[in-house]
């Protein structure tokens, strides 16, 4: 009987010579994630238990990009804390400031996660990473802290469910729109303490930053973690990057799965999930007249060069319509510099869009992109629950970046299919 | 140990934003937190529950962020535990590290109505609806996940480990 990739991953960074999913292990730990909310609570946390330095400083990362720039008083104490504990620790990946980018596009662009990886991340976005072939999976504030402290932490190994996707991928269906497809299919607990392993020829063909949109949003299915098997896309994507090792595995043929699901990705067209769940899931045909107040582009889901592309591809020459805020989120500096070297920027600013910096601030209501009550917005981010973007009484319609700028130009959830 | 109160009902999916929204996250003081727990899914819970009443929730409870402020809030509003018919994986495990006793039961939910008082036995692995005799069984704590609860929380039985004190 063999292993998932997710079990082999898991299996050598611990002592033992078999691992079966249910197990409840000790993993060792390659990078420990926390950011300027879920930070603080961690270095309490490391404190009280009596540390006074951390396992590996090369091996934690601390990203202060969810309420900065600092919205206000209270979240500049929490980032001046971090900060003070990342220079007191030396922590080698500490960002903030023009340095800083959405954690999840941050890492695997700078090569601090790789391929073979366990990561943890006190962010539950942390999953991402699984679209490099690394095991990576959100956890809580005290986890973190554990792991800062002791380079380990408890798992119990997932049951795998096995998505094998084929056919060609329509016109403007992009890696998004597979996961909203399904999460749509299997529900918001669907994959609830799993892995979700992804393969087929689809997924042989898709580029890193659709991988890296799939696996960030597992989380949105219940899952432990979303993992892609490293194939030549995924050398040519670290290559040059990683700044460790790395190391690609591979389920085994007679690896045992919980469920194995068969998905047509030439039947799909783009995909909108409705409030308040991401499982709400229609096709853009089916959306009806939704007018919207605003557009956003960005985030860990979707905040990538490529994502940017397709935006400008549609924005180009046109403007968001006078009732939208059109706002735009590069998401790491590098991305943002990429965007102007290619002229993107200036097609969004023709568009009339507002280019915030790097920052999840929007995407989890936080600041720089707030709704009133009663306001819509499309956004290519991962949430839509209830008061995620603002007010109790407003709504968040998630899409891929190529529906959200067709919606900014026409004021209303629509494809690119529909603009004239 | 036995947790004794008054239910508070909700329905599935009940995420983190709902039980503390992200406009609060700009502090981790507990009481802080606290003053806004369930806000998005009931403004007025915080001013209606008593200090010891449960959280009853129906299927994946906790989902959406890994946020230990939404289980940080939950306790120092007072509730005594929290029992589901499932739980998000992150909260299910921020909840054992940091010591809010969570209880799963299947057919709980179903059989009884906001305000009705239950009484749960950890130990037995028993919740008794008060006035009568019905009875629900507790899901299973892998020997594990005691152990860090007898031990109150991760980083103590971490410290125990380490023999720290």
């Known amino acids: 009987?063999?292993?998932?990739?997710?079990?082999?991953?898991?299996?050598?960074?611990?002592?033992?010579?078999?691992?079966?999913?249910?197990?409840?292990?000790?993993?060792?730990?390659?990078?420990?994630?926390?950011?300027?909310?879920?930070?603080?609570?961690?270095?309490?946390?490391?404190r009280k238990a009596g540390g006074r330095k951390v396992f590996d400083r090369d091996k934690i990362a601390l990203v202060l990009d969810h309420f900065t720039p600092n919205k206000d008083i209270s979240s500049a104490e929490q980032c001046k804390f971090v900060r003070e504990f990342a220079l007191e620790q030396k922590i080698t990946h500490f960002y903030e400031g023009g340095r800083v980018g959405i954690e999840h596009a941050l890492l695997p662009e700078q090569g601090i996660v790789v391929p073979g990886d366990v990561v943890i991340g006190a962010d539950s976005h942390t999953c991402t990473y699984g679209g490099l072939g690394a095991f990576a999976t959100g956890v809580g504030s005290t986890d973190l802290a554990a792991a800062m402290l002791t380079g380990e932490l408890w798992f119990k190994v997932p049951e795998t469910i096995k998505f094998v996707v084929y056919g060609k991928m329509p016109r403007w269906v992009s890696g998004k729109d597979l996961i909203l497809h399904i999460i749509g299919r299997i529900g918001v607990d669907g994959a609830l303490y799993k892995a979700m392993e992804y393969t087929g020829e689809?997924?042989?063909?898709?580029?890193?930053?659709?991988?890296?949109?799939?696996?960030?949003?597992?989380?949105?299915?219940?899952?432990?973690?979303?993992?892609?098997?490293?194939?030549?896309?995924?050398?040519?994507?670290?290559?040059?990057?990683?700044?460790?090792?790395?190391?690609?595995?591979?389920?085994?043929?007679?690896?045992?799965?919980a469920d194995i699901i068969e998905i047509n990705a030439a039947q799909l067209e783009p995909q909108v999930a409705f409030p308040h769940l991401p499982s709400n899931v229609k096709g853009v045909s089916a959306a009806g007249d939704i007018k919207i107040d605003q557009s956003l582009i960005g985030s860990c889901t979707n905040g990538r060069i490529e994502d940017l592309r397709i935006a400008a591809q549609i924005l180009q020459g046109r403007k968001a319509a006078s009732t939208v805020r059109l706002i735009v989120v590069p998401a790491t500096p590098a991305i943002y510099q990429q965007a102007i070297r290619e002229g993107l920027i200036e097609i969004f600013l023709n568009a009339e869009a507002v280019i915030s910096p790097p920052s999840c601030g929007a995407c989890l209501g936080g600041h720089m992109g707030i709704l009133a009550a009663g306001e819509r917005a499309v956004a290519t981010t991962n949430r839509n629950f209830v008061g995620r973007m603002g007010h109790a009484k407003s709504e968040v319609y998630l899409a891929s970046p190529a529906v959200a700028a067709a919606s900014a130009v026409l004021g209303r959830i629509a494809s690119p299919a529909h603009l004239a | 140990?036995?947790?004794?109160?008054?239910?508070?009902?909700?329905?599935?999916?009940?995420?983190?934003?709902?039980?503390?929204?992200?406009?609060?996250?700009?502090?981790?003081?507990?009481?802080?937190?606290?003053?806004?727990?369930?806000?998005?899914?009931?403004?007025?819970?915080?001013?209606?529950?008593?200090?010891?009443?449960?959280?009853?929730?129906?299927?994946?409870?906790?989902?959406?962020?890994?946020?230990?402020?939404?289980?940080?809030?939950?306790?120092?509003?007072?509730?005594?535990?929290?029992?589901?018919?499932?739980?998000a994986r992150i909260f299910y495990r921020n909840s054992f590290n940091m010591g809010l006793p969570i209880f799963e039961s299947n057919d709980l939910w179903a059989a009884i109505k906001e305000g009705e008082e239950i009484t749960v036995d950890g130990g037995a692995g028993i919740i008794t609806i008060s006035g009568g005799n019905k009875q629900f069984k507790i899901g299973k704590i892998p020997p594990f996940m005691e152990q860090l609860i007898n031990d109150g929380g991760l980083m103590k039985h971490i410290a125990k480990k380490r023999g720290i004190k």
């Open chain 1, 202 to 257: 689809t997924i042989s063909a898709l580029p890193m930053a659709d991988r890296l949109s799939i696996a960030n949003m597992a989380i949105e299915a219940g899952a432990k973690n979303g993992i892609f098997p490293p194939d030549d896309i995924t050398r040519q994507y670290v290559e040059g990057r990683g700044k460790r090792p790395y190391k690609f595995y591979a389920s085994d043929a007679d690896a045992v799965y």
């Open chain 2, 1 to 87: 140990m036995i947790y004794k109160g008054k239910i508070w009902k909700f329905g599935d999916n009940i995420d983190t934003d709902a039980i503390i929204p992200a406009r609060y996250l700009v502090t981790s003081d507990p009481q802080e937190l606290a003053a806004h727990c369930m806000e998005d899914a009931d403004p007025q819970f915080v001013s209606k529950m008593k200090k010891g009443d449960i959280i009853l929730g129906g299927e994946n409870f906790g989902c959406g962020s890994s946020r230990e402020h939404a289980p940080i809030a939950i306790k120092a509003a007072g509730i005594s535990c929290v029992v589901a018919r499932s739980f």
């Open chain 1, 1 to 46: 009987m063999g292993n998932t990739i997710t079990e082999k991953i898991l299996m050598a960074h611990t002592d033992l010579r078999e691992i079966r999913a249910g197990e409840l292990i000790n993993a060792r730990v390659d990078i420990a994630l926390g950011n300027d909310i879920t930070a603080p609570i961690a270095i309490k946390e490391f």
